[in-house]
């Protein structure tokens, strides 16, 4: 059973254009949610994070939206650079926890 | 450069064999973390520790272990290995063991398993 979603399993942009990255999620017990960001041969690295007491937290040109209600999340990259294509996960951790569920990946490409 | 080390970078070994993965965390950090990310999934939490003591558990599979010593590296431990259990392994690691932006993972580059 998969408690963190990504559904999109690939995304192309133009650069200078919006990317939009989709994560959802099934349990209701998450209080904190991450973005990383994965290059080919390397480790993730953290991108930005999320408290479930926010809806919205933004740095530079990333921005994480919470819309608790629906159980959802989203990453906003504007403007979009050719350096940004990697494969991006979304991740939560059960509060009371130190444990991280992480989705499955979405594969962005930025077009020069 | 994450500052995580991750021993071997490949690894190739036969079913039914018995294989140990190192990971030395980043100076200064008592916490470590182990992922398996097999073909088209996610990364898969399997446990944490934090000081030399085991702090939460994921998925870890029984045939699989792992400890953090003294020196605060680690070791993750696989035996009676099976073709699924082919996977990129991860480690990171935290100052305290949260996780979270103040106190953020720092992963590997993964060591690569193919069991055949």
């Known amino acids: 059973d998969q408690q963190v979603k990504q559904n999109s399993p690939s995304l192309s942009v133009q650069e200078g254009r919006i990317s939009i990255l989709n994560c959802d999620y099934t349990n209701s017990m998450f209080d904190y949610f991450l973005w990383y960001k994965k290059y080919p041969a390397e480790g993730p690295t953290f991108l930005i994070s999320?408290?479930?007491?926010?809806d919205k937290n933004e740095d530079g040109r990333f921005t994480v939206f919470l819309n608790k209600s629906a159980k959802h999340l989203s990453l906003h990259i504007v403007p979009s650079q050719p350096g940004d294509s990697a494969v991006y996960f979304c991740a939560a951790r059960e509060s009371g926890t130190y444990k991280y569920i992480f989705g499955t990946g979405t594969r962005l490409k930025v077009l020069a | 450069d994450s500052g995580v080390t991750q021993t071997p970078k490949h690894l190739i070994t036969a079913t039914g064999q018995r294989v140990t993965l190192r990971c030395s965390p980043r100076?200064?950090?008592?916490?470590v973390y182990w992922y398996q990310q097999s073909l088209d999934q996610g990364l898969q939490f399997l446990i944490q520790?934090?000081?030399?003591?085991?702090?939460a558990k994921g998925n870890i599979l029984e045939r699989f272990s792992a400890q953090q010593f003294p020196d605060l590296h680690s070791e993750l431990n696989l035996s009676s290995l099976e073709l699924g259990d082919s996977a990129l392994y991860f480690c990171a690691s935290s100052v305290h063991g949260r996780g979270t932006a103040t106190d953020t993972q720092y992963f590997g580059p993964g060591t690569r398993l193919t069991v055949l």
């Open positions: 520790y934090y000081n030399g003591e085991e702090r």
């Open positions: 999320i408290s479930s007491i926010k």
């Open positions: 100076s200064g950090d008592l916490s």
